[in-house]
């Protein structure tokens, strides 16, 4: 077959699905559905899962390539803890303490660490309250790994942390929601009935998930205290202290996490060969904890795709067998004038396919419309990926193809004789 040919086909074939679709709008419009909303399902999902990820890496990232974190038990989804002994011996685990957060500072091995309780609270401004807000208690070296900025206002001092001074910083959203259109700094705030002064006003760039172990997602209201003020003022919970460690520049990731990891078992009098009851657990663990989790919606994802693509490819094998019915004289005729087999398997499969790409064009369209909705509206920088254009679009036409193969069939094996006869 020439390529002009073949071109004619193409676009005869794609002509023929256009009044196929006049002729049975109904189950035409079945079939577009379905295959649309599992187009649908696959680019709006993968928007979300590709923007969430990003988001994740990003706050990790933001603690610095080579930091880690130290929690008072593991990170992990391949475990159901049910509150036993048995399933979940580390949750008795001692509490990560003040003195090791010190005693790891103190290594040659390491830059800096920054101690982090997280809460949340009622937070008042006179007659304006907002509940259930992210507290967290950090260092005065927070900002370190936050990766933010302070855009009103300055961040508390290593002093008013030692001190207990009684100062927060508060993020945008909270200033929003407590001081519309009004100057937040040297206001006092109530945080669970204790008076706080607003030292300033702090912007993150926002993220789904926001800090592991934060106590809110990167964009939600959120308040920022000295740790030792959390302790003293809020009763925080210590026993949920975790670090992030920095190690020095020239030192490698490996090398700070054995130094991290040889001090805490020797303070806690840990046995060689005794398991670790502490976690020491670096940015690439998380993200395979995250990606983990979102594997879950991926499955998902999947499964209503099938359910989509499925009802689409039964419809296109009902509609393409109608089609099939109704133009046995025309193939009948068109096999008299010399048409192979081959030409009317080729116009047939066509067909089915138009059908299908439609539908797929309309999920695609829909799903880019709900990424947009969700990159513009919420903390989460959804954006599609150009693979899963390519694996909706490339799918979409195959099941027409598969589904398609058996009206197809029939059409090019039919007799032109007992065609022509046909009424």
Not at 245 to 270: C, W
Request: glycine share 10%; hydrophobic share 45%; aromatic share 6%.
């Amino acid at each position: 077959m020439s390529l002009s040919s073949k071109i004619f086909n193409i676009t005869e074939g794609i002509g023929i699905a256009f009044d196929a679709i006049r002729s049975n709008k109904v189950r035409a419009a079945l079939t577009i559905l379905g295959v649309a909303v599992g187009v649908f399902v696959v680019v709006a999902l993968s928007a979300a899962i590709h923007g969430i990820n990003a988001s994740v890496a990003k706050d990790l990232e933001s603690a610095g390539p080579t930091s880690f974190f130290v929690y008072r038990r593991p990170v992990s989804l391949a475990t159901v803890c049910d509150g036993t002994d048995e399933t979940c011996p580390e949750r008795r685990n001692p509490a990560i303490t003040m003195a090791e957060s010190e005693a790891i500072a103190r290594l040659p091995e390491v830059l800096a660490v920054t101690p982090h309780v997280g809460g949340s609270s009622r937070i008042r401004y006179k007659d304006r309250q907002t509940n259930n807000v992210g507290v967290d208690a950090y260092a005065a070296t927070w900002l370190d790994i936050e990766g933010g900025d302070i855009i009103a206002g300055r961040n508390f001092t290593y002093a008013e942390n030692t001190t207990g001074a009684r100062v927060v910083v508060i993020n945008d959203k909270l200033a929003e929601q407590l001081f519309p259109g009004n100057d937040p700094l040297d206001k006092m705030i109530v945080i669970s009935g204790v008076p706080f002064k607003v030292l300033g006003v702090y912007h993150n760039v926002g993220s789904f998930l926001g800090k592991p172990n934060s106590s809110s997602a990167g964009n939600d209201p959120r308040a920022i205290v000295p740790l030792e003020t959390g302790t003293r003022s809020l009763d925080m919970w210590m026993r949920r202290l975790d670090l992030t460690v920095k190690p020095r520049a020239s030192v490698p990731q490996t090398e700070a996490i054995d130094a991290v990891t040889t001090l805490i078992r020797g303070k806690r009098g840990l046995r060689p060969g005794a398991p670790d009851n502490f976690a020491v657990v670096t940015s690439d663990n998380l993200l395979s904890v995250y990606n983990g989790f979102f594997g879950v919606f991926f499955l998902v994802m999947i499964s209503l795709s099938a359910v989509g693509l499925m009802v689409g490819g039964v419809g296109v094998i009902a509609i393409m067998m109608i089609s099939v019915t109704e133009r046995t004289r025309e193939i009948g005729v068109r096999k008299a004038l010399g048409a192979t087999r081959s030409t009317i398997l080729w116009q047939f499969l066509v067909e089915a396919a138009t059908l299908t790409c439609i539908g797929a064009a309309i999920g695609l369209v829909g799903g880019s419309i709900v990424a947009y909705m969700v990159n513009r509206f919420t903390p989460v920088p959804a954006s599609t990926p150009p693979m899963a254009i390519v694996a909706a679009l490339g799918v979409s036409a195959i099941t027409g193809i598969v589904f398609g193969l058996l009206p197809a069939v029939r059409a090019s094996r039919l007799d032109p004789v007992e065609a022509l006869r046909y009424e």
